[in-house]
Structure formats: structure tokens, C-alpha cells
DNA sequence: CTGAGATCCTGTCTGC
DNA sequence: TGCAGACAGGATCTCA
């Protein structure tokens, strides 16, 4: 479910919690990904949150001397709940504990990972990530160099989080479907109008899907923990066999790298 | 080094 | 209804 839209609109719902004191943290499953630090809990109870940010897909919680990092991997959600509704869901594997409310980490698959760190960008994990590609740093120049460096599929290179950041594989269909580029272009062939008209088109969905999830902020503490991220509107993905809104050809639906990949063979060469 | 493919896990949907 | 098989929005690891 969470790409980067999604992520940072979870990390916006949860900023409140910033200059609050976690209380404790009761993890019930420590086997996520990767097993959950062992002392985890302990480093960070009655510890002040100072500030909650992301970077790529990872939620950064910081203390004075710690950092969390918890990743959503494909089905993970947080919900925010009143200490005194005292419910569990099927699959709610940590809890954080705060004075008058509970952020609860749920992940039916388990491919979201929970670590502490002290400093989170030399971490493993996170310091061979890619450029974040809402920066300015992620410009039409910048896009050309990476396309030059490897000969991958287009659409394996936006994935691919060592060179860009955030872009799963709802995104990069979009955006490829926005640029009228083939998923299957190779990379060394894009030229630089090309990596342009991509570079605009992902600012241009991630910023529409951040906009977009932030209405449903309020679904998000609602005391029912409901759940889902607004849907926004897609132009390809999962629409195998509908019309293209741009030429009436059919949506197709391919296969590359492991991952479905929908565009329309008309408007995208 | 690169790239292809397997893999972790559970739930849901499709087709017989 | 039951059941097997495919598939799901992530990312790492192994191996050629």
C-alpha cells in the first residue's frame, strides 16, 4: 500500500505526537522483517519525541539520543486510538503508549520492519537510499545522469530505491503514463526532454497524492480506527482493458521485473 | 559490478 | 461452498 504519498501522509497524521512523551512501547510480534531490536523498548520509554520526519519510505521518530525507524513495507498502517478504547485488531504488532492515546502499528503481511538507531542516516537501511525525489536535487539533469549510468527498464529504474526514493509501482505507471514514456523504454535511450517531462510528472502525482491523502487525515484518528488511504484518481493502474483517457486504446497489462505494470501502448513509446 | 529470480507473510479473489 | 492457485501497492538476498 505505502509509497511515499502514503508515508508522508501517515507521518503528518502522527506529527501531533511530537514534544510528547512516549510512555512505553509493547511490541506483541517482534517478528516483522527483520526481528525488532532487542532492547528497543527500553531505549526509548518516557523518552521525548522531538521531532517525526521520512526519508524514502521510512518514518524517522527522534529522541535526544535515539531514532526509530519503522517501515510500512506492503500492508502496513498506523491508527491512532483513545488509551480508553481498549480493542485490539487481528494483526496489531506494536503499540506505542502515550498519556492519553496509542499509536498502533498494524501489518497483516509483516514486511514492514521496526528498528532503533542513534543515528539514522548512517544506518544500513537508509544510507545507500536515492535521491528523494520531491527535492531539488531530483532535476531533469539529475534523472539523465542516472539513466546514462545503467541500461535498466525505465520503470526498474524508478523503482529502484537506491537511485530514486518513493516511487513504488502505482507510481511509477502513473508517471510514466503522465510522460507518454514506454515502461519499457531502457533507460540509456531517454533523452533529456524525456527525463524533463518524467521529472515533472512524479513531483506532480506525488504532490497531487500528498494532497490528496492529507483530506483524510481526519478518517485517520477517527476512534474507529478506520482505516485506508484515499484513492486517489489513477489513470492506468489496475485498469487493464479500459480505455486510455487520452487516445480510447486499451490499457494493457505487462509483466516487468516481478510487478504488474499497466500503460497504453498508443500514447506511451 | 549487473541483472534475474526467489523469497519473506497473510488475505482475497478467481475459476473449477 | 470448497479448494487450489494466482496475486497483492516492498525490498533484500542469492546466484549466474
Redesign the pocket.
Known sequence: ???LP?VETTVRAIRPFENTILKKIIIHNR?L?WQVDENLEDLVANKKILTITRR??YILIHFSKYSLML?L??SGKLRIQNNQDNYFK??DHVEFIFKDKKIIFND????GSLHVTKNPNEHI?IKNLGVEPLSRKFDKNFLFKLCS????EIK?LL?D??KVVGV???YASESLYLSSISPLRKSKEINLDECEKLVKSIKKILKYAIKMGGTTLKDFYSADGSEG?F?LKLNVYGLENQNCKKCSNKIEKIII????TFYCKECQT
Open positions: 500500500m505505502p509509497e502514503e517478528n522483517r524514502a519510505k517501515h513495507g506492503m487481528k494483526h497483516v503481511r509483516r514486511f537501511l549510468e545503467t541500461n535498466l526498474k523503482m530505491q537506491r513504488g509501482n502505482i488511504y484513492k521485473g516481478q510487478r504488474s
